[in-house]
């Protein structure tokens, strides 16, 4: 099946520091990418939708000046949180499809940030 | 968007079926309906996916009536290893309709008892 992976699994940073999330699809092309972030004992909330080489469409809410994402081939996108603080800390999730028929997201295994 | 409900939580017992339904009354006429599965401080699993009637792969049954206004999830004997959150989402991954933008609902989280 379709892999998706995500560096680092975790991280734990000092409050003001960025940190940067890498998705990579390791076996098929990624037309798009979503990026998620669950807290504790919640579901997962979109954040943004990303496509390959165009901007990345966010959701409402979500300031893309402080969660930066770039998808600049189809094989990867990064997520990075700017001058982060101790809210920001929670489990970012990746996903990744294509778009040939009826397409399944294939998730990442997460990264959690804590920001200290 | 077709927004979902399921059950908070439910409880079972191993070698036991448990079935999960999601209500989706507003459904559209190119949505799917896809089931993840979550453990803790992982990305979630796809189980299944449907359009209409009755859907089985290795793991799950889906069953989903000719209204399409619900689905139920199927798990034949679970096992303490199915304990996990479980989550329902409607939507067209076809991307026909426009942009394909899956949304979580709260999920259900199963609790497989010994």
């Known amino acids: 099946g379709a892999v998706v992976s995500q560096h680092p699994s975790w991280v734990i940073c000092k409050s003001g520091t960025s940190v940067k999330i890498e998705c990579r699809s390791l076996d098929f092309q990624a037309t798009t990418m979503f990026w998620y972030r669950q807290f504790p004992k919640q579901s997962l909330m979109l954040m943004a939708t990303s496509n390959e080489g165009s901007k990345a469409t966010y959701e409402q809410g979500v300031e893309k000046d402080k969660f930066l994402i770039n998808h600049a081939s189809l094989t990867l996108s990064t997520l990075t949180v700017t001058s982060a603080h101790p809210e920001d800390s929670s489990f970012y999730i990746c996903?990744?499809?294509?778009?040939?028929?009826?397409?399944?997201?294939?998730f990442g295994p997460g990264t959690r940030l804590t920001v200290l | 968007l077709a927004k979902t409900t399921q059950p908070i939580s439910m409880d079972s017992y191993e070698g036991q079926e448990v079935n999960i339904t999601c209500s989706h009354n507003?459904?559209?006429?190119?949505?799917?309906i896809t089931w993840y599965q979550q453990f803790p401080s992982q990305g979630p699993r796809f189980i299944i996916q449907g359009y209409k009637t009755k859907v089985t792969n290795e793991v799950a049954s889906l069953f989903i009536p000719a209204d399409r206004k619900s689905s139920t999830l199927s798990l034949p004997r679970v096992s303490l290893s199915d304990t996990a959150v479980y989550y329902c989402l409607v939507g067209d991954p076809t991307g026909a309709g426009g942009s394909y933008i899956p949304t979580f609902g709260r999920g259900t989280s199963l609790i497989v008892h010994p």
């Open positions: 507003n459904i559209a006429t190119n949505d799917y």
């Open positions: 996903s990744a499809s294509w778009r040939e028929g009826l397409n399944e997201q294939f």
